[in-house]
């Protein structure tokens, strides 16, 4: 749980730049935790909230966004949609692109619609909070029969802001892309610094499009790392950093637990009233490495973007990288090399040539997987398109709240990704 003084400092930040953003009723949920009926962020304000916490508890994510979605659709008046990941919202909005016309008729019968994962006991009990409302099902099938940029923001016209748990790292990808689409017009608030399953700050300035924290001294014991590291590593503690550096962190999240590296490197971005206020830069852990290169999973998803900018049309959902080694005789006969999962939006297909500019932007980012390509001892990388939708199920069948990662080594999640490959 957040200490209490999070929770304040947030709805106090929150009602500072968004004066109607705390509304009775006028949060709407879109969070999946099976069996831990909580908002993310933690505070024990039920009222804020107009979708049931039940709701976010079924043992399916795909049924707990459906249900969550349909409970905002009644709320015209939100002032907040938060989402515990923008995976999460993404994938909510995704299914009212391909589900708008059920949802318009739940809508306007007052009625929850059986599904895979919903419970009839469950069903019954949220479908007694529900009413028709025909003139609303009605405004859903003229916004969406419109198309769908800008959708959130026509659905519910006096939206402040979209709250998420997660801005930063595996989670940035989905906020660009919600900002270009979907929310386009609407500042993304990510309000708390989490690692390890510990809280250790709180995002003071809302309207900022880049997250950045205050670290709080007493919420956990923090020491760091300076990065590049030295030979011989010293940590350092709060009062003993430079405004500029990065820090790998290493943490102590309460009494009695293990001291570890959470594998998290910050920048400090400058001080307020004496404390550090940092920005996530990267996961130590997630990187690609068939011949010793390490590409960071940030800088090979730069190296991506840039590839998908030379592509027209294309919109690039999601992807996941994979070293050759783990797919085994389905990789081919050739050098080791990278196999790349994309989704896309607005482009069907790639030909020869496009698919290399991938490998191509990443020679000229990263010398040393150049040189191992000229030398052969890395192979030509093999990028392949996945039908919509598959990273939606790909999270479902991970079965965690928690982001997934870019770089994947999970035998059974390669096997469901392979399965939904198009071209």
């Not at 106090?12 to 949920?29: N, Y």
């Not at 293990?258 to 009233?273: P, Q, S, T």
Request: hydrophobic share 40%; net charge neutral.
């Amino acid at each position: 749980p957040l200490p209490t003084q999070g929770s304040l400092l947030y709805l106090d930040t929150l009602h500072a730049a968004f004066p109607q953003a705390l509304a009775p009723q006028g949060t709407a949920l879109l969070s999946w935790a099976s069996g831990h009926p909580c908002a993310p962020a933690g505070w024990p304000l039920p009222t804020l909230y107009c979708t049931p916490a039940e709701a976010g508890t079924l043992p399916s994510r795909a049924a707990a966004l459906r249900v969550q979605l349909l409970f905002a659709l009644r709320a015209r008046a939100l002032r907040v949609l938060e989402a515990g990941l923008a995976a999460e919202l993404h994938d909510a909005l995704a299914a009212l692109r391909t589900g708008w016309p059920g949802l318009a008729q739940d809508l306007a019968l007052g009625r929850l619609s059986p599904q895979p994962g919903l419970p009839e006991d469950v069903r019954g009990r949220l479908q007694a909070l529900l009413a028709p409302d025909a003139a609303r099902a009605a405004e859903l099938q003229a916004e969406c029969a419109r198309g769908f940029e800008g959708i959130v923001q026509r659905l519910w016209p006096q939206l402040e802001v979209v709250v998420v748990g997660t801005a930063h790292g595996a989670e940035q990808l989905y906020c660009d892309t919600l900002r270009q689409a979907d929310c386009k017009g609407l500042p993304f608030y990510c309000p708390f610094y989490q690692a390890a399953g510990a809280l250790l700050g709180v995002n003071l300035w809302p309207e900022e499009p880049v997250p950045r924290f205050l670290l709080c001294p007493d919420w956990a014991f923090c020491e760091f790392l300076p990065c590049p590291a030295e030979e011989e590593p010293r940590t350092v503690l709060l009062g003993e950093l430079w405004e500029g550096r990065e820090y790998g962190l290493v943490l102590t999240a309460r009494p009695g637990e293990y001291r570890c590296r959470a594998r998290e490197v910050l920048r400090v971005a400058g001080f307020h009233k004496q404390c550090p206020v940092v920005e996530p830069v990267r996961r130590e852990s997630q990187a690609l490495s068939v011949r010793g290169e390490s590409i960071p999973e940030e800088r090979f998803c730069r190296s991506l973007c840039r590839a998908v900018g030379m592509w027209p049309g294309a919109r690039l959902v999601d992807y996941i990288c994979v070293e050759s080694a783990l797919l085994g005789t389905s990789s081919g006969a050739c050098a080791p090399h990278y196999e790349v999962f994309v989704e896309l939006r607005g482009l069907r297909d790639l030909s020869e040539g496009q698919r290399y500019k991938l490998d191509q932007c990443l020679q000229e980012d990263f010398p040393i997987y150049k040189s191992f390509r000229f030398k052969g001892s890395i192979g030509p990388l093999r990028l392949h398109l996945v039908g919509a939708g598959a990273f939606a199920r790909l999270r479902e069948a991970l079965g965690s709240p928690l982001p997934m990662p870019r770089v994947l080594r999970e035998e059974r999640l390669l096997q469901l990704i392979q399965s939904t490959v198009i071209s």
